[in-house]
């Protein structure tokens, strides 16, 4: 008995210790990166914020959530820089004056996936509002992501673009999720879905689904870098996040951009295109 | 079925190799989990000791929000914590959204009201003659508390082990306070969500074994401590 009561007195001890160096730890020198997951999701980030970590000096929280609450995030001032992939709600976003810069750093794209015997015939479409246009009509299931993100701000346009309103349809699902969980429904559902190509891939072998529709201009996915205007939020690290756009603009990691996920995948996930100064 | 093959061979040999990152992330649960039920546990145990030993007026109203606290929501309380830690919001000036800290504070809340119910129906399960046996034979209130605790020890320990078990293998809230950062914030629940988000099948389900395993050991420890003395 006393063994034990020892035992559990030692563990108690040891918890608060460790328990004291959590609770302390230094705020000085954060920066705080709201994201989309797709950025997280890729790997990517895990290359890239270590290296500006050690440059700058700094502590980079990464919270990784869809473009829409990451630019929520940004209108409250609760983060300091973006990197986001909604660009009609990035302008207004830039318009009301919650960002001080915004610029492209890279791109990739989205494909249109369902199921490999596609149902309702889009295979080799040219354009993907003619697809969208004939999932309508056909009926198939197309599951929507449905949560703000970069990609369902996408799609809705697309849908816009096709004059559909897809809200209300029986075959139209929204799932409220993330993109590697929505294709994973609509795989289960034999659906159709627009997703971004790196998480496709990243998933595909676990998927039933095969890319349909691709190439098309209107499928472009552009990431940029948004600076939270520090003239409206006194608390943003202003400096933090102009160094982190310096940073991810640069000539070096704009190469380990575009180098990033050829190993693995064959092709590289992103395609960077930092602007010209 | 390959996929969970795959993942009990992930498990095993991630944890044979002793793969540096998956330790810190254990680590890093057992210091906030192990945190936030040592607080939760002093107040839990107190207030459910401090409501079971005394009348007042609206003691059955103080138990009924005790009661429905042990089922509090771990995403409504995570939502409570982060706005009151906004950097715009009252407690912003503290700076700790996103930290460890904000973590073991979410938890501590909703580990408390679990220990302080059971603490409460624990005590209160005690005979009044016991009670009053203690007092008469000369022992001051303090020491009443303590032979009270000692004979209840049984659920107390189960109490430990409820509130434990419910902050450790907590996602929500976690997430939401700590935001998952990689090294700092990240614990086995969230890394398991956002490694199934990535595809990588495999090392979520060696995750989520970690998780089990882990989970076992503490509570086979404190079962061990539970039972020992009673034959």
Request: charged share 20%; glycine share 10%; net charge positive.
């Amino acid at each position: 008995m006393s063994a034990i009561k020892r035992t559990v007195f030692c563990a108690v001890i040891m918890l608060m210790v460790a328990s004291l160096g959590i609770v302390g730890c230094g705020k000085k020198g954060e920066l705080i990166l709201a994201t989309t997951t797709s950025t997280q999701d890729s790997g990517l980030l895990d290359v890239l914020i270590p290296d500006f970590e050690k440059k700058a000096g700094l502590k980079v929280k990464t919270i990784a959530v869809g473009s829409g609450q990451a630019m929520a995030m940004g209108e409250r001032g609760e983060a300091d820089v973006l990197l986001v992939h909604s660009p009609d709600a990035e302008k207004k976003f830039m318009d009301a004056g919650f960002g001080s810069a915004r610029r492209k750093v890279m791109y990739n794209d989205f494909i249109i996936v369902g199921p490999a015997d596609d149902p309702a015939k889009i295979k080799g479409e040219k354009t993907s509002v003619d697809a969208l246009k004939k999932l309508a009509a056909a009926g198939a299931i197309f599951m929507s992501r449905g949560d703000k993100s970069g990609t369902h701000a996408k799609e809705l346009k697309l849908w816009k673009d096709g004059k559909i309103d897809p809200e209300k349809q029986k075959w139209y699902q929204s799932t409220g999720l993330g993109m590697g969980e929505t294709l994973k429904v609509a795989s289960e559902k034999k659906g159709y879905t627009l997703a971004d190509r790196g998480t496709y891939l990243a998933l595909k072998k676990n998927l039933g689904l095969d890319i349909l529709v691709e190439g098309d201009e209107a499928l472009k996915n552009v990431y940029h870098v948004v600076e939270v205007n520090a003239q409206k939020f006194p608390k943003v690290n202003k400096d933090g996040a102009k160094a982190f756009a310096d940073f991810i603009l640069s000539k070096e990691v704009q190469a380990v951009i575009g180098k990033f996920g050829v190993e693995k995948f064959g092709s590289p996930l992103f395609f960077p295109d930092a602007e010209a100064k | 079925m390959d996929l969970i093959l795959e993942g009990i061979s992930k498990a095993f040999s991630l944890l044979i190799s002793l793969d540096a990152e998956l330790f810190a992330v254990v680590l890093l649960t057992l210091q906030i989990s192990g945190s936030a039920t040592l607080i939760s546990l002093f107040l839990g145990m107190s207030a459910g000791t401090a409501v079971a030993l005394n009348a007042f007026p609206g003691k059955r109203l103080v138990v009924s929000i005790i009661n429905t606290g042990m089922g509090l929501p771990p995403v409504v309380v995570g939502l409570f914590v982060a706005i009151m830690l906004w950097r715009s919001g009252p407690l912003g000036f503290l700076g700790i959204l996103y930290t460890p800290g904000a973590m073991v504070i979410a938890q501590s809340i909703i580990a408390t009201p679990i220990i302080a119910g059971i603490t409460l129906a624990a005590m209160q399960n005690l005979p009044d003659k016991l009670r009053l046996q203690i007092l008469s034979l000369g022992a001051t209130r303090a020491q009443m508390v303590w032979l009270l605790m000692k004979e209840a020890r049984l659920p107390l320990l189960a109490a430990v082990m409820a509130g434990f078990g419910g902050v450790v293998s907590e996602i929500g809230a976690s997430i939401m306070v700590g935001g998952n950062i990689k090294g700092y914030t990240r614990v086995l629940t969230t890394a398991t969500v956002m490694e199934t988000g990535r595809g990588n099948f495999d090392v979520a389900i060696a995750l989520g074994l970690v998780l089990l395993a882990l989970a076992f050991i503490i509570n086979y420890f404190l079962t061990s401590v539970q039972q020992t003395g009673r034959r």
